[in-house]
């Protein structure tokens, strides 16, 4: 996961506050302040035969631990070593509590990795590029083509100023495997009791929420108790009132863009709407979110908006009668707008001594070939999702969606991007606005004076 809203919880921003503490420390009469760390320069000419490096040891961290994600790292990596045996790879593997932990002392040492996994937020990514300890890889993106395999709606979500300060564009510091959107599961055979057929617009959707409703199912499952799960309610509602490019800059925590405005207002209260008319489960504020998913594969509601990561559990649960579509539009042919990512960038340390060959390692196990190993173990592959062979049924619908949404750059960054404490700050804001303790001006106000005093100040 990349987003810190999601299943692994919020990553905390341990570096950032540590620079903050550090630039305001006020010097000494006569002392001078510490230099600022000099970002790594891309490398101006690269070699991309892995063969003719010598021997070569590249250490390898990553958090791909569980069952499908396990299976295609040794997959690949046994495919790179035996196309490449003068290149041995140590591998470290770890949970992705484990490797925030981590990652964060190894990076400050003399002797860090060659190759990490990095989660993209502000509090990562952001604080390792800002200390240069990541080697920006345009010039491999270059050499290697990188940037025709991706698209940018991908590529941004591991892009940084040299500064660390804007999120989204400047340098490339790494490049992901898999890939994530938040759509809407539905019940196929709810729906068919119900006379419906997946929604086509947003209007649609709504109707179909009135219905399920009348007819006493749950439209909606949601559980809310770990208050981030909600963000994705809004994110999807959002995106049918705020054009792509305001959520994007909002996400990214741009200067000069507003929560404030009469797009978000009419999506809070749409959200709210839903509320008043029943459309969530009973006590959802109160409920998880794996009960409430796990409710949902139980045949417990007709709609569900998550993320495709809970494909294969829920795949499991319903069998043929689970289906996946992105979040309909306003008309039938608008274009697609959904909130998603990428899984943790694979990045380049700026102290390794193999940046070549740490090259050639991340270009294979994202590669074209990569692709099709990640989907026959089970993953989303982030790039070529389109061309991928897979049966037809929900699998195939999340790689429809996932590879229509990137293709047509309608992909918009996860909310809780916006600011290092933003996850908190709206997730508990939108506990209040769902429970009537908060409007949705007074919730938009919290939002902006978290926003703002971050943006304004960065």
């Given at each position: 996961m990349t987003s810190t809203t999601r299943r692994t919880g919020r990553t905390p921003a341990i570096a950032l506050l540590a620079a903050a503490a550090l630039a305001l420390t006020a010097c000494a009469p006569g002392s001078s302040a510490p230099p600022?760390?000099?970002?790594?320069?891309?490398?101006?000419?690269?070699?991309?035969?892995?063969?003719?490096?010598?021997?070569?040891?590249?250490?390898?961290?990553?958090?791909?631990?569980?069952?499908?994600?396990?299976?295609?790292?040794?997959?690949?990596?046994?495919?790179?070593?035996?196309?490449?045996?003068?290149?041995?790879?140590?591998?470290?593997?770890?949970?992705f509590d484990d490797l925030n932990t981590t990652l964060r002392?190894?990076?400050?040492?003399?002797?860090?990795?060659?190759?990490?996994?990095?989660?993209?937020?502000?509090?990562?990514m952001g604080a390792f590029v800002k200390a240069g300890q990541l080697l920006p890889l345009d010039a491999y993106a270059d050499a290697y083509g990188w940037k025709q395999r991706y698209p940018e709606s991908v590529l941004r979500y591991s892009r940084y100023s040299a500064d660390g300060k804007l999120f989204g564009e400047g340098n490339l510091y790494g490049?992901?495997?898999?890939?994530?959107?938040?759509?809407?599961?539905?019940?196929?055979?709810?729906?068919?009791k119900l006379g419906l057929q997946p929604p086509k617009t947003w209007a649609d959707f709504e109707t179909a929420?009135?219905?399920?409703?009348?007819?006493?199912?749950?439209?909606?499952?949601?559980?809310?108790?770990?208050?981030?799960?909600?963000?994705?309610?809004?994110?999807?509602?959002?995106?049918?009132?705020?054009?792509?490019?305001?959520?994007?800059?909002?996400?990214?925590?741009?200067?000069g863009a507003s929560w404030t405005t009469p797009e978000n207002t009419a999506a809070a209260e749409q959200l709210v709407g839903w509320v008043d008319k029943g459309y969530f489960a009973k006590g959802f504020n109160g409920q998880g979110y794996d009960p409430a998913w796990q409710a949902f594969g139980k045949g417990e509601g007709v709609f569900l908006v998550a993320g495709t990561w809970l494909l294969a559990d829920l795949e499991k649960a319903l069998g043929d009668d689970l289906g996946f579509m992105l979040p309909p539009g306003v008309t039938a042919?608008?274009?697609?707008?959904?909130?998603?990512?990428?899984?943790?960038?694979?990045?380049?340390?700026?102290?390794?001594?193999?940046?070549?060959?740490?090259?050639?390692?991340?270009?294979?196990?994202?590669?074209?070939?990569?692709?099709?190993?990640?989907?026959?173990?089970?993953?989303?592959?982030?790039?070529?999702?389109g061309e991928q062979s897979v049966k037809a049924g929900p699998q195939q619908d999340v790689f429809t969606a996932f590879g229509t949404v990137t293709e047509k750059d309608g992909l918009v960054p996860y909310l809780d991007y916006a600011t290092p404490t933003f996850a908190d700050t709206l997730g508990a804001a939108l506990q209040d606005l769902l429970a009537g303790k908060a409007s949705p001006q007074e919730f938009l106000a919290t939002l902006e004076k978290d926003y703002k005093t971050f943006a304004e100040s960065n």
């Open positions: 600022a760390p000099q970002s790594p320069a891309a490398p101006s000419a690269v070699r991309t035969d892995a063969a003719a490096l010598g021997d070569v040891t590249l250490t390898v961290w990553d958090q791909e631990v569980r069952g499908g994600q396990a299976a295609q790292m040794k997959q690949l990596n046994d495919a790179f070593q035996a196309k490449y045996p003068n290149i041995k790879l140590n591998r470290v593997s770890r949970s002392l190894a990076l400050s040492g003399n002797e860090p990795p060659d190759v990490v996994e990095a989660n993209n937020g502000r509090s990562s490049l992901p495997q898999v890939g994530e959107v938040v759509g809407v599961f539905y019940n196929k055979a709810k729906l068919t929420l009135g219905t399920a409703k009348t007819a006493g199912e749950v439209p909606l499952q949601l559980g809310n108790l770990d208050k981030w799960p909600a963000i994705h309610v809004f994110g999807t509602v959002q995106g049918r009132h705020v054009p792509a490019e305001q959520i994007s800059a909002l996400a990214f925590g741009r200067k042919d608008a274009a697609p707008v959904a909130t998603g990512g990428t899984g943790l960038p694979f990045a380049i340390t700026a102290k390794s001594p193999h940046p070549d060959a740490a090259a050639a390692y991340v270009d294979f196990i994202t590669s074209a070939d990569a692709m099709k190993v990640l989907t026959s173990t089970g993953n989303l592959p982030v790039a070529e999702t």
